[in-house]
């Protein structure tokens, strides 16, 4: 079993930044990729920006040019870097990971995905 803990979230004002982390633990020979995504209320869950086992990253339109995502193998956590936030990022922030358990799962592309439980990030004045 593989378990995914977001971390980071908060209450932040309109421009500010915060970071985002996620770990990925358990039964994990490799992490094929890491992707974030977010839930406003209301609203249906979206995705927001992912990254792959060599780092290529892709990020939906409305947050390029103000989030970063990078990722630390060795640690099997993916970072989610917010810059210039706004009011329209209000959301809870899922972090899903795509993870081959062994080996054998490798070679075949045979990858499972698990969600973490979410982060609150509030944007507002």
């Known amino acids: 079993q593989v378990q995914v803990v977001e971390s980071g979230g908060g209450l932040v004002q309109p421009g500010g930044s915060l970071r985002l982390s996620c770990a990925a633990s358990?039964?994990?020979?490799?992490?094929?990729?890491m992707a974030w995504y977010r839930q406003a209320p209301g609203k249906q869950r979206e995705w927001v920006a992912y990254?792959?086992?060599?780092?290529?990253?892709n990020f939906t339109d409305s947050v390029k040019g103000r989030f970063v995502i990078s990722r630390d193998n060795a640690k099997n956590t993916v970072y989610l870097q917010m810059d210039s936030l706004k009011p329209e990022d209000t959301a809870v922030y899922y972090c899903?990971?795509?993870?081959?358990?062994?080996?054998?799962?490798?070679?075949?592309?045979?990858?499972?995905?698990?969600w973490g439980q979410g982060t609150q990030v509030t944007v507002s004045s």
């Open positions: 899903r990971a795509t993870v081959y358990a062994s080996l054998y799962a490798s070679r075949k592309k045979q990858g499972s995905d698990y």
């Open positions: 358990g039964v994990i020979f490799s992490i094929k990729s």
């Open positions: 990254i792959t086992s060599n780092s290529i990253t």
